[in-house]
């Protein structure tokens, strides 16, 4: 027998449909009730029960009970990594289950990945950050400048006992580009949300710019000069690649 981590276990766990809806559902980092999980799955409650033990026997999912109802979340953040590294390659390899439509589009400009933010918002987060020197490769992951450290702390971030790692990047389905991962993203996604930057969707992981989160964004994520569409409009919202909600 071959020795090692079982991965085929891990595969078969993650590869039958109505466990993938599962656990795809549970992305946005917000624990969801058996009855819940079952209307994502598209399947029974008894079926989804026997889908919940599988995933929560296999380390996928944490169950929690309260009162009459069992909540379920993703077992760690790594869980939620691997999620999203496979939707990647799954929408590189153009393994798409239906044809995108206004929905993706939300999707694809921002949403939440386990508790950070994700599509080309967080992209964007991630590639003005290293562009202005703020972020830095260093051997086992990203690290902060000092630059960095400043401009995080003007933005409202207390970085005095952030836990280490504190940077990671997470490959973005959608874009197939890193976005901010780890505490720093997550902090960020709630130091944005905290100052009205979002609206979270009715129905799904999108977040929707407000209009002075979308001018704020603007402001302090700027596009590359390469990026910025072609024009002399002086109008910063032309120049942005997402529509705000009122």
């Keep these: 027998m ?7 276990r891990i595969a078969a766990l993650i590869g ?33 029960s026997s889908h919940l033990t599988r995933l929560t026997d296999g380390g996928l999912l944490n169950m929690v009970s309260q009162g009459r109802h ?4 993703l077992a760690s953040p790594e869980v939620a990594q691997m999620i999203e590294a496979l939707m990647g ?14 929905r ?6 921002a949403r939440r990945c386990y508790h950070h933010l994700a599509g080309k918002a967080g992209v964007r987060m991630h590639d003005s950050l ?8 260093r051997p086992g992951g990203l690290a902060l400048s000092p630059s960095g450290t400043a401009f995080l702390q003007r933005l409202g971030l207390d970085l005095a006992a952030a836990p280490a790692p504190y940077c ?29 930057w979002f609206k979270p969707g009715d129905d799904s992981r999108a977040l929707h710019f407000t209009p002075v989160g979308l001018q704020e964004f603007d402001r302090c994520f700027p596009l590359h000069e390469g990026e910025r569409p072609s024009g002399n409009t002086t109008d910063q919202s032309h120049d942005s690649l997402f529509i705000a909600t009122a």
Excluded at 2 to 8: F, L, R, S, T
Excluded at 70 to 73: L, S
Excluded at 104 to 109: I, N, P, Q, S, V
């Design 89 to 102: 390659l799954a929408a590189a390899a153009g393994h798409l289950r239906h044809r995108p439509g206004p």
């Design 16 to 48: 039958d449909p109505a466990r993938a809806n599962i656990l795809t559902a549970l992305m946005e980092g917000m624990a969801l009730t058996a009855g819940e999980l079952a209307r994502e799955a598209g399947v029974t409650p008894q079926t989804a």
């Design 104 to 109: 993706d589009e939300r999707l694809r400009a």
């Design 130 to 137: 290293a562009a202005r020197g703020f972020l830095h490769q």
């Design 70 to 73: 069992r909540y379920f979340a």
């Design 168 to 196: 990671k990047t997470c490959l973005d389905w959608s874009e197939r580009r890193p976005h901010l991962g780890g505490p720093m993203g997550r902090a960020l996604l709630s130091l944005f949300l905290a100052k009205g």
């Design 2 to 8: 071959k020795e090692g981590p079982d991965i085929a």
